[in-house]
């Protein structure tokens, strides 16, 4: 099944294709048009929307040197290597040593402008993956096919999850949708509050239609709450109104109807037989051989490895990129020193690679300082796998872990339909599955659960997100290695809760403003 998707993924409609020319101008090329295409053949719905999945796991539909987006390095243009490079190396658990174009304003998270590459990178992925899903349903509205309601529910999702992700990143942008594809003139700026309003609204009329079970890779009902259930967990950041009572309706519907439970093996969610994994809820796909990319989950294996202090086919791999090591903002959760964290039961503490490396990153362009992470690996579960070029890993982008966590947090924090007594029952059988000893109810804290999800979910594209919901991101209450250009760390503006609007975005819309403090 994996199979047949990731070609479906890889598929290059004769005569179909999109051409990004700037934020919102993402109109289709054709020798034969949508309309034209699924009246001819309406079974080709599914390899188009499969094209639209593939926005968020590959880089464009030509293998991995292809680009759907302007981009000197392809790989760069990749959803989830934005993902990693905005929400783990802003944050306090990942650090990158390249510094090339803008990684240094990313990794120790200061000087950041409105000419840094990967925000345009990240906002160009955003307003090219839009514009295709508007296309879709526009062409969708005249045709008949098979499963109709089901495939247009998936596109408005895909849709609603990049605008998720703009209203998270940059707080504002423009709302372009089916109704308005194609306009000439440049569209309003749309508010974070309008933007909020926008997705909540499509994820609730998509939520009763849309299928409680799917093929791997693809949306299902649980998918669209776990979404609904990050937006409403951020609400007091994104709109200044908290929604703890309407996050927690969604968590319940995903832990109490869904059909996903913990993986017993923690370490096979992230190798590359993750696809037998009964937690994972959503993943994004990759594969060696029919879905090549530098911008999937390569970038976090390969990143993570150096042939100078490391085995890599250990790990499956045949490249080592010597670029992304973990802080003591991660691993010092484990042990205040390299003795502590190779004494302990949790098998989490033991996804460090410490020989060679040095507990402080006293430099975090020297390689040796701070420990690579070997969570993620091409190698099956058991080990078992030769070493390859391009990753096979999916990418666990929604899982059960992350649900009962995010339970926690609501029940300390007062929700609706929550007891302190299955949150505590959730987060000891997280805890209880990599070998961490049980906790005691005294010990469930708000304080607790953002360094449980640091230990649980670091380099899974979570951390920038959870530390603004906690208040630690800006400010000088909490520091980290690096934090605000220094090595001890120091207090950053609160206007770091946002990144800056790309120079070419105000360039391509004048209706467009920058965010304050840029």
């Given at each position: 099944?994996?199979?047949?998707?990731?070609?479906?993924?890889?598929?290059?409609?004769?005569?179909?294709?999109?051409?990004?020319?700037?934020?919102?101008?993402?109109?289709?090329?054709?020798?034969?048009?949508?309309?034209?295409?699924?009246?001819?053949?309406?079974?080709?719905?599914?390899?188009?929307?499969?094209?639209?999945?593939?926005?968020?796991?590959?880089?464009?539909?030509?293998?991995?040197?292809?680009?759907?987006?302007?981009?000197?390095?392809?790989?760069?243009?990749?959803?989830?290597?934005?993902?990693?490079?905005?929400?783990?190396?802003?944050?306090?658990?990942?650090?990158?040593?390249?510094?090339?174009?803008?990684?240094?304003?990313?990794?120790?998270?200061?000087?950041?402008?409105?000419?840094?590459?990967?925000?345009?990178?990240?906002?160009?992925?955003?307003?090219?993956?839009?514009?295709?899903?508007?296309?879709?349903?526009?062409?969708?509205?005249?045709?008949?096919?098979?499963?109709?309601?089901?495939?247009?529910?998936?596109?408005?999702?895909?849709?609603?999850?990049?605008?998720?992700?703009?209203?998270?990143?940059?707080?504002?942008?423009?709302?372009?949708?089916?109704?308005?594809?194609?306009?000439?003139?440049?569209?309003?700026?749309?508010?974070?509050?309008?933007?909020?309003?926008?997705?909540?609204?499509?994820?609730?009329?998509?939520?009763?239609?849309?299928?409680?079970?799917?093929?791997?890779?693809?949306?299902?009902?649980?998918?669209?709450?776990?979404?609904?259930?990050?937006?409403?967990?951020?609400?007091?950041?994104?709109?200044?109104?908290?929604?703890?009572?309407d996050a927690a309706t969604y968590i319940?519907?995903?832990?109490?109807?869904?059909?996903?439970?913990?993986?017993?093996?923690?370490?096979?969610?992230?190798?590359?037989?993750?696809?037998?994994?009964?937690?994972?809820?959503?993943?994004?796909?990759?594969?060696?051989?029919?879905?090549?990319?530098?911008?999937?989950?390569?970038?976090?294996?390969?990143?993570?490895?150096?042939?100078?202090?490391?085995?890599?086919?250990?790990?499956?791999?045949?490249?080592?990129?010597?670029?992304?090591?973990?802080?003591?903002?991660?691993?010092?959760?484990?042990?205040?020193?390299?003795?502590?964290?190779?004494?302990?039961?949790?098998?989490?503490?033991?996804?460090?690679?410490?020989?060679?490396?040095?507990?402080?990153?006293?430099?975090?362009?020297?390689?040796?300082?701070?420990?690579?992470?070997?969570?993620?690996?091409?190698?099956?579960?058991?080990?078992?796998?030769?070493?390859?070029?391009?990753?096979?890993?999916?990418?666990?982008?929604?899982?059960?872990?992350?649900?009962?966590?995010?339970?926690?947090?609501?029940?300390?924090?007062?929700?609706?339909?929550?007891?302190?007594?299955?949150?505590?029952?959730?987060?000891?059988?997280?805890?209880?599955?990599?070998?961490?000893?049980?906790?005691?109810?005294?010990?469930?804290?708000?304080?607790?659960?953002?360094?449980e999800r640091a230990r649980e979910l670091?380099?899974?594209?979570?951390?920038?997100?959870?530390?603004?919901?906690?208040?630690?991101?800006?400010?000088?209450?909490?520091?980290?290695?690096?934090?605000?250009?220094?090595?001890?760390?120091?207090?950053?503006?609160?206007?770091?809760?946002?990144?800056?609007?790309?120079?070419?975005?105000?360039?391509?819309?004048?209706?467009?403003?920058?965010?304050?403090?840029?």
């Amino acid at each position: 099944m994996k199979k047949r998707i990731l070609i479906l993924f890889s598929l290059t409609i004769i005569g179909f294709y999109f051409s990004c020319t700037d934020d919102l101008d993402t109109k289709p090329i054709t020798e034969l048009t949508l309309e034209e295409l699924l009246a001819s053949d309406p079974n080709a719905v599914e390899g188009l929307v499969s094209r639209l999945y593939a926005s968020y796991a590959l880089t464009g539909p030509s293998g991995p040197g292809s680009s759907d987006i302007v981009s000197p390095d392809a790989g760069e243009g990749a959803f989830l290597r934005a993902i990693i490079n905005l929400q783990d190396f802003t944050a306090d658990a990942m650090k990158n040593r390249w510094g090339d174009d803008g990684l240094d304003q990313l990794t120790t998270t200061s000087a950041w402008d409105r000419n840094n590459k990967f925000f345009r990178l990240f906002y160009d992925r955003a307003y090219y993956t839009i514009p295709q899903c508007n296309n879709f349903l526009q062409a969708l509205e005249i045709a008949d096919f098979p499963n109709e309601e089901n495939i247009v529910a998936e596109t408005r999702f895909l849709r609603a999850l990049a605008y998720y992700n703009i209203i998270d990143v940059f707080g504002k942008g423009v709302l372009a949708t089916e109704e308005n594809f194609g306009q000439s003139e440049p569209l309003p700026e749309a508010s974070r509050q309008e933007l909020f309003n926008y997705v909540e609204t499509e994820l609730l009329a998509i939520e009763p239609v849309i299928s409680e079970t799917s093929n791997y890779g693809r949306a299902n009902k649980y998918v669209v709450d776990m979404l609904l259930a990050k937006l409403y967990i951020n609400a007091e950041v994104y709109t200044g109104t908290a929604r703890w009572d309407d996050a927690a309706t969604y968590i319940n519907k995903i832990i109490n109807e869904g059909p996903y439970s913990l993986d017993n093996n923690f370490i096979r969610m992230f190798s590359s037989d993750n696809d037998m994994s009964p937690e994972i809820i959503f993943p994004l796909i990759a594969e060696s051989v029919t879905s090549q990319s530098y911008g999937n989950t390569t970038y976090i294996v390969n990143g993570s490895l150096s042939a100078d202090t490391m085995p890599l086919a250990q790990f499956g791999a045949t490249q080592g990129w010597t670029g992304h090591r973990s802080s003591k903002g991660w691993y010092g959760l484990f042990g205040d020193n390299i003795a502590e964290l190779q004494a302990s039961n949790d098998v989490r503490a033991s996804l460090f690679w410490t020989d060679g490396h040095n507990y402080e990153m006293n430099d975090y362009r020297e390689w040796t300082d701070g420990f690579p992470v070997t969570k993620f690996r091409n190698t099956a579960s058991d080990g078992s796998g030769g070493a390859v070029d391009f990753s096979a890993t999916d990418f666990p982008f929604y899982r059960l872990a992350d649900a009962y966590l995010m339970y926690a947090e609501l029940a300390l924090r007062g929700a609706a339909g929550t007891s302190m007594g299955d949150a505590l029952d959730y987060v000891n059988a997280v805890r209880s599955r990599s070998g961490a000893s049980t906790i005691t109810s005294g010990d469930l804290t708000l304080d607790f659960i953002i360094d449980e999800r640091a230990r649980e979910l670091n380099l899974e594209g979570h951390r920038r997100s959870d530390l603004i919901r906690f208040g630690m991101f800006t400010g000088g209450s909490y520091i980290w290695p690096w934090k605000g250009g220094s090595a001890s760390g120091s207090s950053i503006p609160d206007s770091y809760r946002l990144f800056p609007i790309p120079a070419t975005a105000l360039q391509a819309n004048p209706n467009l403003t920058q965010n304050p403090n840029y």
